[in-house]
């Protein structure tokens, strides 16, 4: 039953309903701009609404009255839609919800890959409702009542049916309803074209209807029988499940001469479904129940391998064999780095990505992209109507010119004077090559932004050296301090040192350094720069003296190095450190994945990261330099 109404009086607001946010809710803002997340909204309506939550951040409403409903507005099918937040969009016609998703689906790609690709119409579901073939129902401690929790107010809400559920489920739930007492979850899976089942956790109670405790049970995707366990991950739309198989596999374009390595491989789903359109099939998985699964999946088909590992720790070995396609089928939080760097490394003449997450896909994507391949299209799957989940599938291509010319861009030069900039990429283990640019750096104009300063003599040093060369990546960095709106550069002489010391003394600055790349062989170029803020500490006009007699200011911007030991001139460095000391790691590494520049920061034997303090000193650097594996690799 729905929940019961409270004896207090709920607190409503009128609304002008302006987008939709990120998971599945309509936007609006209180009189004060407090957001406003308004369950069962369409953008364009004015709605009235009843607060359900107030939070630190927003507040969680849903709507009463719509008083100009949507063109796309439906009476919802479910009596517990509203209360219920397991659906998001049931009063949102269907046609609309496919449009919705696809621009969901284009705002990722853009936003988070900076990616200018138009996704295709999203692929519709067979079946609107009574799709799901996986139920997870909490149990009331009252009574053994199956339900859901809503989502704000983590109240039980009992359903005598779920219209999302195949038939079947809601038929097992109304027997199961007032026998669960002894659990608080319970799981059932059904296979829609096999009849089989499963209902976890082993139940006691006798009164139970149903057997309990299976293992795993069984389903069919296209002809093709598949034992799926109890933890094992399996598509909980079936009948959608097949058009998105029959796509992927149209897109992989097999002819039966090709090996494919089924990346993230599962229960062996797609391994097998691939089995007799290629030569070979290599299926990767590293979960222990699904690779058990998978064994008995792919018995009898002969030109199928199963590998149980990581996907990240093998794939550079099977590519060095030779890999004509990567299917590509991650948990939510997307490919692990390892798996890309194979990708790259080797990369095979096609990759078909098969994404829950739009803005892990467009993450991954922009890695992808900017190194040897080319996105052909990108479609959204409807595997969960009825909500605001989409999947996606993203078809890439390898582009052999582009390979080409990546390669020849490996070699790195370092178009600097400065020791500095040399021993950074030098700690990070790095080849490269050190040029002097023999570019001047005049004075900055009164009034020059400090950002177009550094990022113009970063380019400039960069195309000097990079036109004495035929090939290669030309690396440039130029470093300015910004001092009350003044672009303090390197002093020209001992008192223009002294000035720019006394100037700093006991006050808070800015630091920026530039960094620019330029392709020798093409002219391609890619800029950016970090931002530090710096507090210098109170130093007497002695140490000044000191330290300009000893001759380190003068080839400094500001006139002072971060990193001097004796002098110590900061008290405080918010921001990245070595961007002060005139190279961020961070920003650097990063500009050279976007351009397609594989730099691997390689430790010597016997030593760690965490002996170099002033890499540990930005947590962005760290990041680059040695990430730490991505959480989440669940699939739903």
Known sequence: MPDSPSNEETPTLTLRLHAFGRHGEALAETDDGKPVFVFGGIPGETVTAEVVATRRGYVAARVTDVADPSPHRVEPACHYFGECTGCQWQHVAYERQLEMKREALSDALQRVGGLDVEPQPTLPSPDTLGYRNHARFTVSKQGGRLGYVHKERRRHVEVEECLLMAPWINHALASLQGHAAETTQLSLRYGVHTGDYLLQPTFQNMDVPLASGQRHYHEALLGHRFRVSSPSFFQVNTRQAEQ????????????????????????????????????????????????????????????????????????????????????????????????????????????????????????????????????????????????????????????DERLAALRAREALVLASSSPRRTEILGRLGLPFETVEPGVDEPEAAPGADPVEVAQGLALAKARAVASRRSAGTVLGADTVVELDGAVLGKPVDDGDAARMLRDLRGREHRVITAVALVDAATGETAEAYRASRVVMRDYTDDEIAAYVASGAPMDKAGAYGVQDEAFAPASEVRGCYLNVVGLPVCETLKLAERFGLRLRPRLPLNESWEQWPALERCPACTGQVHPKPLSGRSKR
């Open 244 to 399: 998105m198989a029959e796509l992927v596999m149209s897109l992989l374009r097999l002819d039966g001469s090709q090996t494919v390595v089924d990346a993230y491989a599962g229960v062996a789903t797609f391994a097998v479904l691939m089995a007799d359109r290629a030569q070979r099939v290599i299926a990767v998985e590293e979960s222990k129940s699904a690779v058990a699964d998978a064994r008995v999946n792919i018995e009898g088909i002969p030109n199928v391998e199963l590998r149980q590992a990581r996907t990240e720790d093998v794939l550079s070995e099977l590519a060095a064999e030779g890999v004509d396609a990567v299917l590509l089928d991650p948990p939510r939080a997307g490919c692990m780095p390892g798996t890309l760097d194979a990708l790259l490394d080797v990369p095979p003449e096609r990759v078909v990505y098969v994404s829950c997450d739009p803005e892990t896909l467009a993450r991954d994507l922009a890695i992808l992209t900017a190194g040897p391949f080319r996105i052909e299209q990108v479609r959204p799957v409807d595997m969960f109507p009825q909500t605001y989940h989409v999947e996606a599938v993203a078809t890439l291509a390898r582009d």
